[in-house]
């Protein structure tokens, strides 16, 4: 793969593929700006070289065409702003509005195309769509790390129009924080999976069984563990069919030696709300008409312990429901431990995109973790061992 570094952008128009799919509330205000932020030294080294760049990306799921809600142009101002340079809009990301700044755009200048996914051949692949937009610029620059598992036009199928193509500072540090986790971790390694749903995480919780030595299992996920082996669950999340699987892997962890560690206690509720009534009860033992939203302090305790012993660290998954604040302690208990281990330990911690990536920054630890990887689901389908097709589009 050609590197950012090694290729002199001096006189040439860059079509950088980025993942500024973040979220926006209903004033149309970006509520973490991460993905944005992280993508600010590909732009600048581009600039720096003499180079112009021209940004494309998707927001959202737009079912129907161009929609408000889903617009680009409501990134452009806080784009501006951190990037301190004005940047263009072009109200298309191909025809003429796209052809027209596009070719006039001089060295320095930052353009950003409206969202690809207004056309859904991006999201199809179509070739005729991705050379289109692949007339736009001299070089290709992939660094939607958060969109590479996807095959769409703008991510892979690119790439065979261009002869340059060059990998950007975001891709290239997701692929080397996630190898330097799974390939030349120091032991002991912990895995701390969360989040609400075992099919999400299985296929990466198998790998990891090979490379951890403790495996710990908190948030929505765990209540299936937890009836499945004859505790009491009350109103709580379960996904009755993948009890038989849990077992399954809990001898599988048995059998290789693994640590696999689950909750001893919970915050229970008796609504799915922060204003509920709260109880703390022994895990398994959740009445009929309450449901788990937290682990309990016992079990924070126990998780921190292990985290705070580790010299690698893989945090993927909240231990509750963190946005409601009444429920958020476990889960900032985990973010607080995971912090001490990388400063007082000089352990490697990387964070999981998603919810966890949002709740390690809404606490203002993300500074303060190893690495906070900007993608959810592409960063588990990577450590799962799949090839992402915006990592194989650079290689080809
Ligand atoms: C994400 O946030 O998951 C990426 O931007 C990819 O978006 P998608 O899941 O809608 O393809
Ligand atoms: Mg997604």
């Known amino acids: 793969m050609t590197t950012l570094d090694s290729y002199d952008f001096s006189g040439k128009k860059a079509l ?18 991460t993905r944005i932020r992280a993508t600010i030294p590909t732009i600048s080294k ?31 101002n806080p784009l ?33 195309l409206e969202n690809l996914r207004f056309y859904k051949e991006e999201e199809k692949g179509d070739e005729a769509f991705a050379e289109k937009l692949s007339k736009l610029g001299d070089v290709w620059v992939m660094d939607a790390f958060g969109t590479a598992h996807r095959a769409h036009a703008s991510t892979a199928v690119i790439g065979k129009f261009f002869s340059d193509k060059v ?10 924080n996630a ?12 895995a701390i999976m969360g989040g609400a749903k075992i099919s999400d995480k299985i296929l990466i919780i198998e790998r990891l069984l090979d490379k ?11 209540y299936t563990f937890s009836k499945a082996q004859g505790g009491s669950i009350g109103k709580s999340l379960l996904e009755a069919d993948k009890q038989d699987l849990t077992l399954e892997l809990i001898e599988k962890a048995k059998a290789k030696g693994i640590n696999l560690v689950l909750p001893v206690d919970t915050v229970i509720a008796d609504k799915f709300s922060n204003d509920a009534e709260r109880k703390v009860v022994p895990a398994g033992q959740i009445p009929d008409e309450w449901e788990g939203l937290d682990i309990g302090p016992e079990t924070a305790k126990i998780f921190s312990d292990i985290i705070k012993n580790s010299k690698t660290v893989l945090w993927n998954g909240p231990m509750g429901v963190f946005e409601f604040p009444n429920f958020a302690q476990g889960t900032n208990a985990i973010a607080e431990a995971v912090v001490a281990v990388t ?29 906070v ?17 915006g990592v194989a589009a650079l290689q080809a």
Do not use: W
């Open 16 to 33: 950088v593929r980025v993942d500024f799919n973040v979220p926006l509330n209903e004033k149309f205000e970006i509520t973490d700006d």
């Open 46 to 76: 581009i600039l720096n070289d003499g180079g112009s760049v021209i940004l494309m990306s998707h927001l959202g799921r737009p079912k129907d065409g161009p929609t408000e809600k889903y617009s680009l142009k409501h990134l452009v």
């Open 80 to 112: 501006s702003l951190i990037l301190g340079k004005t940047v263009k809009f072009a109200d298309d990301c191909i025809g003429a509005s796209a052809t027209e700044l596009a070719s006039a755009l001089q060295p320095g200048e930052v353009l950003l």
């Open 167 to 176: 990998c950007g500072y975001v891709m290239q540090a997701e692929l080397d």
């Open 179 to 190: 190898e330097r986790l799974l390939e030349h971790s120091e032991r002991p390694f912990t």
């Open 212 to 222: 951890v030595d403790n495996l710990i299992i908190g948030g929505g996920m765990s």
């Open 343 to 371: 400063e007082e330990n000089d352990a490697f911690s990387l964070i999981g995109g998603g919810d966890s990536a949002s709740a390690i920054n809404n606490a203002g630890y993300g500074d303060r973790v190893s690495y």
């Open 373 to 389: 990887s900007t993608g959810g689901g592409a960063l588990l389908e990577y450590m799962e061992g799949k090839v992402l097709p």
